[in-house]
């Protein structure tokens, strides 16, 4: 990898691309640029430090920037928001599971008259969704093309299921499947494969994908300069384009020129450099969130569990297949092979326990959001998920005795909601026009045309999958829609 400092940075004439923040969103564009313009001259700005898989091994950490420490809590808003500040982003920090969204996914708006339609389609995310599961080397079975079309043979072959998911593959409704996921199967050159040890966010044998273990050509690109320690502050926008990117290192402050702009500074911190640079858009840092985890413990009388290949083996989505209602949002299912509650306390039963994690989809809300109050934190209010979420997380829990009717269910045991999944979504909402949204389809900035926000933040509704795997999707076809 090519560091630069700040100087060097910003001393510079100009570069062709600057590229703000080193995560999924960020360096997913940066690949499919750098096929299609191998010797544009491109700057990455990452406000935290180069914390290599050995440094976060041996600290138990991701950053030594913790994110607590880079935004306020508004009023009565203590709810927590997780994520990695530092070389490579989330992709340090994630579990890997790449589940794609669902057709009914994209028109949430149309369908329940709550929240927002995506500008775009499942249709138009088949081809990047297909190529990424390669690039990723994503496990999983082809068996969820059924749900999912145009699911292809994925490159690994999926982990080992439990005896309970075995069971519901066999005996269920026909929606239960192998949790297609970014951690191998089968080793890869230095990568182990997966062996279930459930530390994900520090995978010891480097079987989960992130950047430093898959991303090393995208970012050791002889094209490509990195300034790590760089805070970007604020855009400068003339005549509706970004002029220059403004940033401090060590309480100094300079100045990066650029003739594009990549934004993926995460769905907190991208909205906040937008607000200090009075960027417009419709509900700019507005409409923040992230889909419900709620955790279930189903009793089992006489199955052991715990005899699955990785963490979360399988997903179940009888309930996306059921059709969208305008009474309860959607939710899936995912079987964990972890001992997320330990184990049974009678003898000889310690094992006959299911832990099901939900994920229920929210629908957006203007009055959650970042805001700006001058100081040099976002300040980050959130109300707590609608009703529309909370009743979709009581028809899940309700329909459990159905939907896994195969299954020797003693008892169900609801262990609650937890504070945050590290799915932060929403903030600068793509859409149609500048009275309806920040962004457009190919994610450029309505207001500021040489800027192109990637990541997360861009998401309209948040859906009930894991959104990363349509967050590196959307990266590929933005530069696409941009450069052909
Ligand atoms: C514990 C955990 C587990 C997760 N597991 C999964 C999973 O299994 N599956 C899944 O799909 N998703 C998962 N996620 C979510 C996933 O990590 C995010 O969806 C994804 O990383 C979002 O990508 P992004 O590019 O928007 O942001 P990030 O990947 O977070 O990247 C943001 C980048 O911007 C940098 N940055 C921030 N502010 C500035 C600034 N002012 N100047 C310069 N740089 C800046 C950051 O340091 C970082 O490099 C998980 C998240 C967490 C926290
Ligand atoms: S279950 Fe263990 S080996 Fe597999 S990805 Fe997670 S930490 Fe790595």
């Not at 959001?369 to 979709?392: C, E, I, L, Q």
């Amino acid at each position: 990898m090519k560091f630069v400092s700040p100087e060097q940075a910003s001393a510079e004439t100009g570069w062709d691309v600057v590229i703000i923040g080193s995560g999924f969103g960020s360096l997913f564009f940066l690949k499919r640029y750098l096929e299609k313009r191998p010797a544009d001259r491109i700057l990455i700005l990452e406000r935290g430090r180069n914390n290599s898989t050995e440094w976060q091994l041996e600290n138990r950490l991701n950053s030594d920037i913790p994110p607590e420490e880079t935004y306020i809590h508004g009023e009565g808003s203590g709810k927590p928001w997780d994520f990695t500040i530092g070389l490579g982003g989330s992709t340090n920090c994630w579990w890997g599971l790449t589940p794609r969204m669902h057709p009914s996914d994209f028109k949430v708006g149309t369908s329940t008259g709550k929240g927002a339609d995506w500008p775009i389609d499942y249709d138009d995310l088949v081809p990047y969704w297909q190529e990424l599961e390669q690039v990723m080397l994503i496990a999983g079975s082809s068996d969820i093309g059924r749900v999912y079309p145009g699911t292809e043979n994925y490159p690994q072959p999926a982990h080992q299921l439990t005896t309970a998911d075995e069971i519901m593959v066999r005996e269920g409704n026909g929606n239960h499947f192998p949790m297609p996921t970014a951690k191998l199967s089968r080793s890869v050159g230095a990568r182990g494969r997966c062996c279930s040890t459930a530390k994900c966010n520090l995978c010891p044998v480097g079987a989960k994908f992130t950047a430093f273990n898959a991303m090393q050509d995208t970012l050791s690109h002889p094209s490509v300069s990195i300034a790590v320690g760089c805070e970007v502050t604020h855009l400068d926008v003339t005549g509706g384009s970004v002029s220059a990117v403004n940033f401090k290192h060590a309480g100094r402050e300079y100045a990066a020129k650029s003739d594009l702009c990549v934004l993926g500074a995460n769905a907190i911190h991208s909205p906040f450099i937008f607000q200090r640079s009075g960027i417009a858009g419709h509900g700019v840092g507005r409409y923040l969130g992230e889909k419900m985890l709620a955790d279930v413990e189903v009793m089992l009388g006489g199955l052991d569990h715990f005899d699955g290949g990785t963490d979360s083996t399988a997903i179940n989505v009888s309930i996306l297949e059921e059709g969208r209602s305008a009474e309860f949002a959607n939710s899936i299912y995912l079987v964990k092979n972890n001992l997320l509650h330990g184990l049974r306390l009678e003898p000889g039963r310690w094992r006959q326990t299911l832990p099901i994690t939900l994920y229920v989809e929210d629908v957006f809300d203007y009055e959650n959001g970042v805001f700006d109050d001058g100081s040099d934190k976002p300040v980050v209010r959130f109300n707590g998920w609608s009703d529309y979420a909370m009743a979709g997380l009581d028809h899940a829990i309700a329909r459990i005795p159905d939907i896994f009717a195969p299954l020797p269910i003693e008892d169900i045991l609801v262990h609650g909601i937890k504070p945050t999944l590290g799915h932060i979504q929403g903030s600068l909402r793509m859409g149609w026009s500048i009275e309806d949204s920040v962004v457009d389809a190919g994610m450029i900035a309505h207001a500021a045309r040489n800027l192109c926000v990637v990541g997360t933040s861009v998401f309209p509704t948040p859906a009930s999958a894991n959104p990363t795997l349509t967050a590196a999707a959307l990266s590929y076809r933005a530069v696409d829609q941009m450069l052909g």
